[in-house]
């Protein structure tokens, strides 16, 4: 089984994570462009009861296009995003990939909101396009 570490920047806020992720996926939207600083989000998707967290964490609460509210987990001393939960989804916690720092994380197989995305970003060619 594979263990997986995503941490904040400063180290305090933890996710330790056993086993593979259930979806991988990009996000295009304006809020996801927003949140990370960057032209997408990235999460990986996880059962809930593969993950551990450790440290404080603040929440930040957003409601999506669809009208669906996400939860937002973060450190309160360096900001980093550790995970979300997502309404609807409850068994899940998403986790954002940049988090555990590995190159070597599966690649998305989904990208959604692709009406939004930058036009030099080129998603995996096999994954799941939604406009």
């Known amino acids: 089984m594979t263990n997986r570490l995503a ?3 400063c180290g305090q806020l933890t996710a330790q994570v056993d086993g593979d992720p259930v979806r991988v996926s990009i996000c295009h939207c304006l809020a996801c ?3 990370t600083g960057s032209v997408f989000g990235q999460q990986a998707r996880f ?3 593969h993950v551990s967290l450790s440290g404080e964490s603040c929440e930040y609460v957003r409601v999506g296009d669809e009208g669906s509210h ?3 987990h973060f450190c309160p001393r360096c900001g980093s995003t550790v995970c979300y939960e997502l309404e609807g989804l409850e068994t899940y916690l998403a986790i954002p990939v940049g988090a555990f720092a590995d190159p070597d994380f599966p690649p998305p197989s989904v990208s959604v909101y692709e009406e939004r995305m930058h036009s030099w970003v080129v998603p995996p ?3 799941q396009h939604y406009p």
């Open 125 to 127: 060619a096999d994954a």
């Open 47 to 49: 059962h809930r009861e």
């Open 33 to 35: 462009q927003r949140r």
């Open 7 to 9: 941490s904040c920047s």
């Open 70 to 72: 996400v939860t937002f």
